[in-house]
């Protein structure tokens, strides 16, 4: 607990940061519960409920990777200032939505949200190392990873109860007023992002006509090739790639699996999914604790090897046993080792990466497994009623679980000091291997 309050009431940048995605996330969840749940009662359509998922993954594809670029081109803090702002103002429209002929505009603020947050993300996540010290990056990533959760109880609460009360415009007033409460707190803090000499020749250059374009696909290809430079971004590339791909089939059939192999109803389904944040929170608190006792790699590892383990036997239990106690009790529990998993995963590609180049290879890495997502949903789709819910559910574990014991074998790939290199003065080139970018090229 040392560790946590020294984070917590040392570093009051970090404390800012966190407080804001706190009350942003919140009302991201608010309006996502409250807002699936309205689109519905209009239409009448599980089909409409269906397109706002589509609406919010399409740019994660689409932006994720380019996005990146820009966060490491923008000071971070000003750019997430900007972007809790645009987010207020797009809710906007949602004050015209009254019935199903009015749903598209519904869509197109979801599909305006993702898009900023594209951009909102990898800088959020590459300031963080930059707000602590390298030792406290674990506690504060894990401290990250539990206000998801308690964003997820607190909002999804609230936007049934907006929802009853208010309906939509209700839910885009209250969310609208969380990102204006994160611009104030963001606004106060006082970290800058340095203006590196690379930053300051790639702006010079963008002047020049055509240049932009140029840059930014170079930059974005740099960004594609960091993932795969080096054994250790490899690693966290392809588990990233595998895992979300489960995640994907997670989404779609775990409600069908509820129902069919469970005989649970709606509100069983709803009280099991939001076990899980509970379990999350605890974890969160638990990996906080022990952010600087536990190398990064290792807490990956064993954290995803548990994860695969508690879901293997969340999704077999039911072949023998009709009892819906020990759903809830692996949805609890899984909740601890997937805030290892988040923590010490990202910790690990914080460390690999240099400042100058963190957030495109987040962008990239944020957009392949966002594509990753979309092809599990699809699996899901094509092949759920024909293996069952069962089979892909449990590929999903295995491969968490897998994932887990190659990070394990390749700890010392893993757990090599981070880059000491500077960031390079000149923009990387477009070709090479080794070190590019400012990412160090472990030998795989």
């Not at 887990?404 to 960031?423: E, K, M, R």
Request: charged share 10%.
């Amino acid at each position: 607990m040392r560790d946590l309050w020294a984070v917590l009431a040392r570093r009051r940048d970090y404390r800012l940061v966190l407080g804001a995605g706190l009350v942003s996330l919140t009302g991201d969840w608010l309006l996502r519960t409250g807002l699936a749940f309205h689109v519905y009662v209009l239409t009448g359509s599980t089909l409409s409920s269906g397109g706002l998922l589509l609406a919010s993954f399409v740019p994660t594809v689409v932006l994720g990777s380019f996005a990146g670029v820009f966060a490491d081109r923008w000071d971070r803090r000003r750019t997430m200032i900007v972007l809790n702002l645009l987010n207020a103002a797009v809710l906007l429209p949602l004050f015209a939505v009254r019935d199903g002929r009015t749903i598209g505009i519904a869509y197109a603020v979801v599909l305006a949200q993702s898009c900023l947050q594209q951009f909102f993300t990898p800088a959020e996540q590459a300031l963080i190392p930059a707000l602590i010290e390298p030792r406290q990056l674990m506690t504060a990533n894990a401290l990250n990873s539990q206000i998801r959760d308690v964003a997820r109880l607190v909002g999804a609460a609230l936007g049934g109860v907006l929802t009853a009360a208010g309906g939509l415009s209700l839910l885009a007033t209250a969310d609208a007023a969380t990102f204006v409460v994160a611009t104030v707190l963001l606004q106060r803090v006082r970290h800058r992002s340095e203006r590196t000499a690379y930053r300051t020749r790639t702006a010079a250059k963008t002047v020049q006509p055509g240049a932009a374009v140029r840059r930014l696909a170079a930059e974005w290809r740099d960004g594609l090739r960091l993932c795969a430079t080096g054994g250790a971004m490899r690693l966290l590339f392809a588990f990233g790639l595998v895992t979300q791909v489960g995640e994907g089939l997670m989404s779609t059939l775990f409600a069908p699996f509820v129902s069919t192999e469970l005989g649970g109803s709606a509100r069983v389904y709803g009280l099991i999914v939001s076990s899980q944040a509970v379990g999350g929170i605890v974890g969160g608190l638990v990996a906080a604790a022990l952010g600087s006792r536990l190398r990064a790699a290792a807490m990956w590892g064993v954290g995803s090897v548990l994860f695969g383990l508690v879901d293997l036997t969340l999704f077999c239990y039911p072949l023998v046993s009709d009892s819906l106690v020990p759903a809830f009790v692996c949805m609890i529990l899984v909740g601890v080792p997937g805030a290892f998993t988040v923590a010490g995963s990202m910790t690990v590609l914080q460390h690999l990466t240099h400042d100058a180049s963190r957030g495109r290879v987040l962008g990239a890495l944020g957009a392949a497994e966002g594509a990753a997502v979309l092809l599990g949903i699809t699996t899901a789709g094509l092949l759920g009623d024909r293996l069952g819910t069962i089979p892909l559910l449990a590929l999903q574990a295995l491969g968490y679980l897998a994932g887990g014991l190659v990070v394990l074998t390749h700890h010392p790939l893993l757990t090599a000091p981070p880059p000491s290199v500077p960031a390079p003065e000149t923009p990387p080139a477009r070709t090479g291997a080794g070190t590019a970018g400012g990412v160090t090229g472990v030998a795989g």
